[in-house]
């Protein structure tokens, strides 16, 4: 498999960057501190000083600074954000699955870091769909409910589903565990997805 990287989200960690928070945070960044999403209160910090973090975001609610990556397995995993996209891509585009070895020779990093880009892309992803991802190798059920903002619905019920906030729950069926994450809208594919990018 050869593997071109043309987009500039595989040459560029600024371009990388901006490509994971358009998933992450489509309607806008979130704190990842304090879950604040009010856009008044989330400050991009521009970089005046070359010694800031490039994608910094001040968080005025709770005086916190996180970046896109803050509370994801890229930030602890010291790979670039070019080549977490470049083994997404290779993963997605192979008709017969890539290999670790192959994403190791092509992204340059080693065997062992390839294998656990693999691991993490692909629990992110299949992890859509109801299976078995469980702990004890048992089910994960995945579901989402709504619930109508009440101070919203005061204001009109046209908005309707627009004003609904959407909770996503991860429940393991061995150990009973629920997960519940709020999202603004409704739980789009990349939502999910980011959530499940997160530690859990
Ligand atoms: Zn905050």
């Known amino acids: 498999m050869t ?19 358009a998933v992450r945070w489509p309607d806008g960044p979130i704190c990842p501190h304090c879950g604040s999403s009010d856009p008044d209160k989330l400050a991009k910090v521009e970089g005046t000083k ?6 910094l975001y001040y968080c005025n609610d709770c005086k916190g600074q996180f970046t896109v990556t ?22 997605n585009s192979g008709k017969n699955g890539v290999s670790a070895h192959e994403i190791h020779r092509s992204i340059g990093v080693t065997y062992k870091t390839a294998w656990f880009m693999m691991h993490r ?17 048992g089910a994960v059920q995945a579901d989402e409910t709504y619930h109508l903002n009440t101070s919203k619905r005061a204001k009109g019920y046209k908005k309707g589903l627009k004003n609904k906030a959407s909770i996503f729950a991860l429940v393991d069926e061995n150990t009973g565990t629920v997960r519940t994450f709020h999202i603004d809208k409704t739980a789009t594919a990349e939502r999910i997805q980011e959530i499940l990018f997160h530690e859990r």
Not at 70 to 91: D, I, N
């Open 50 to 55: 070359k010694s800031h973090r490039p994608g």
């Open 70 to 91: 803050v509370g994801t397995v890229f930030e602890r995993s010291k790979v670039p954000l070019t080549k977490w996209w470049m083994a997404a891509h290779m993963m």
């Open 3 to 21: 593997a071109t990287f043309q987009d500039p989200m595989f040459q560029d960690e600024d371009r990388a960057r901006e490509a994971l928070e």
């Open 121 to 137: 892309l692909r629990e992110a992803m299949t992890d859509l769909k109801p299976g078995p991802m469980g702990t004890l190798g």
